[in-house]
């Protein structure tokens, strides 16, 4: 059936089902969209139904984690482009062959399905020559009958001068581009590829829609978010989003991991689903494919390796006999989705000289609701002072802890604050400051009981230039180190390293 012959009835039924993408996923591919979207998936649907036949629009970059739904997202956009005819060629890019062929059979299984038999029967049908030969549906190219056109394109086989007899791609999808252990030479290779033969290649209305996990800090991806990329220069960049927000998590004394804390985000994922790949791929996988904590930046504060070696499992073998403890904090100046975190760890000086890190409850919350927060986990953690950095010289922080001290009734706890050194800009000052930390984690004087995942990301990726958030969750880490070896406060007797369940309610409460 041609395109420009349709009956009233099935003209009228299309509109009406084209009317917004979120009812023409749930009409047309029900069993792929059967989740609710993620603001991030909202993101990419509104610049895909927003593209025009003429349109040459911004280039979407969406970073998002394993099992995000990703690669289906970018096979469905695919195929909503094609049925509604606002692009005619695609050309599906991925690292190897191999890969974009099957992307590129997913896509074929798309359009073969009952429900575009139904509603675009035309899409369905295999393009075919004069004398009834199949003009092109095949493991890395589909051809309808309307013409439209999708190739698989690998990396390793790419070649300049991408074209369909007169066509050229109006849609490059970039998938799965990078890998884990390409060499600077690689990406170098890859880039040239997509710079100089493919995205050339393409039609004066060209989008590019580039869909991938972080894999590792000098990838292509990873360019393109923290914008090093000197490429797709006009892009709207989604994310690095993580599988898990505010994501921790222990060891059982069966030897299995925990998730302890973590908001899925989005629908599709669940704590259960994330913590059995968590057991299933390892922790360092997890990190990497899961939560986008890619490998240590060259100049970084440590390795993960120097991590792992300083690291200790909570237990009942934990002993401090005689300790002080302390919660520091980092305050952000202001609150909102875009401000800085306030960063607080809990630290504890054990008998043996050693500094213990004991937990990361970094958070983004209102002055009133962290200082309750910190009052929390000085009782559940039997710290004698909570400590703050004021370099702004604000009374509302030393006011708003009192006040959280007050309303919990706590009386034993010290307020004390710690005036940064200044220096030439922000980021080099932290940079300097956990200068104390870097010789701390290599002479193993300090300890990290259990895994810090987001503190632990800013120690592997901090450098003097910093790019990106400020790495409030280690200025903290590093304040509590230098406070609580200077000596403050009272002396805490606890046997073990047990924490109270008095305020507990308080460290569980969603923030």
């Not at 792929?32 to 280039?59: C, F, M, N, Q, V």
């Not at 599988?243 to 004394?253: E, P, S, V, Y």
């Amino acid at each position: 059936m041609a395109a420009d012959i349709l009956s009233p009835e099935l003209t009228e039924e299309r509109q009406a089902i084209e009317q917004d993408y979120e009812t023409w996923l749930a009409t047309m591919f029900a069993g792929y969209a059967k989740y609710d979207l993620a603001e991030h998936h909202h993101t990419i649907w509104r610049w895909l139904w927003a593209i025009g036949i003429d349109d040459r629009p911004a280039s979407m970059v969406a970073i998002l984690a394993r099992g995000a739904a990703k690669s289906t997202t970018a096979e469905l956009g695919v195929v909503a482009l094609g049925v509604r005819q606002t692009r005619r060629y695609v050309v599906y890019v991925c690292e190897t062959q191999d890969q974009a062929d099957k992307h590129v059979a997913t896509i074929g299984a798309m359009l073969e399905s009952s429900t575009v038999e139904e509603h675009y029967p035309e899409m369905g049908e295999r393009l075919v020559g004069k004398f009834g030969n199949a003009k092109g549906w095949r493991r890395n190219r589909l051809r309808t009958s309307t013409g439209f056109t999708v190739d698989a394109l690998g990396l390793d086989t790419a070649a300049r001068g991408i074209r369909v007899e007169d066509q050229r791609p109006d849609l490059i999808v970039l998938d799965d581009i990078d890998e884990a252990s390409d060499t600077p030479r690689t990406t170098a290779k890859k880039i040239d590829i997509i710079t100089k033969g493919i995205i050339p290649a393409g039609s004066t209305n060209v989008a590019v829609l580039a869909v991938q996990n972080l894999i590792h800090a000098d990838s292509i991806f990873a360019r393109l978010a923290d914008g090093r990329a000197d490429f797709l220069r006009r892009r709207t960049v989604i994310g690095p989003i993580p599988g898990l927000r505010d994501f921790a998590f222990d060891m059982r004394t069966d030897g299995t991991y925990r998730i302890t804390s973590g908001d899925p985000t989005w629908d599709g994922g669940s704590i259960e689903t994330y913590e059995a790949l968590l057991n299933d791929i390892g922790p360092r996988a997890f990190m990497t494919e899961v939560q986008h904590e890619v490998n240590t930046v060259e100049g970084a504060i440590a390795t993960a390796d120097e991590l792992d070696a300083i690291r200790v499992s909570e237990g009942p073998d934990l002993q401090f006999s005689t300790v002080r403890s302390l919660v520091m904090i980092d305050p952000a100046v202001s609150n909102s989705p875009s401000s800085d975190e306030t960063g607080m760890q809990v630290l504890r000086l054990g008998t043996d000289g050693l500094v213990y890190q004991l937990a990361d409850l970094s958070c983004r919350l209102p002055i009133d609701d962290w200082a309750d927060r910190a009052v929390a986990a000085a009782v559940t953690f039997s710290a004698s002072v909570i400590g703050y950095e004021n370099n702004q010289g604000y009374d509302a922080i030393r006011s708003a802890l009192q006040h959280a001290l007050d309303r919990a009734g706590v009386t034993d706890v010290v307020i004390r604050e710690v005036h940064a050194g200044k220096s030439r800009t922000v980021s080099k000052a932290k940079f300097d400051r956990a200068m104390s930390l870097q010789e701390a984690i290599r002479q193993k004087t300090i300890r990290f009981v259990g895994h810090f995942p987001q503190l632990e990301q800013q120690i592997k990726t901090t450098t003097a230039d910093i790019i990106g958030p400020s790495p409030d969750r280690l200025d903290a880490l590093v304040h509590g180190r230098n406070m609580i070896t200077a000596g403050f406060g009272q002396t805490v007797n606890v046997e073990t390293h047990k924490r109270k369940t008095i305020m507990g309610d308080l460290l569980d409460r969603k923030w």
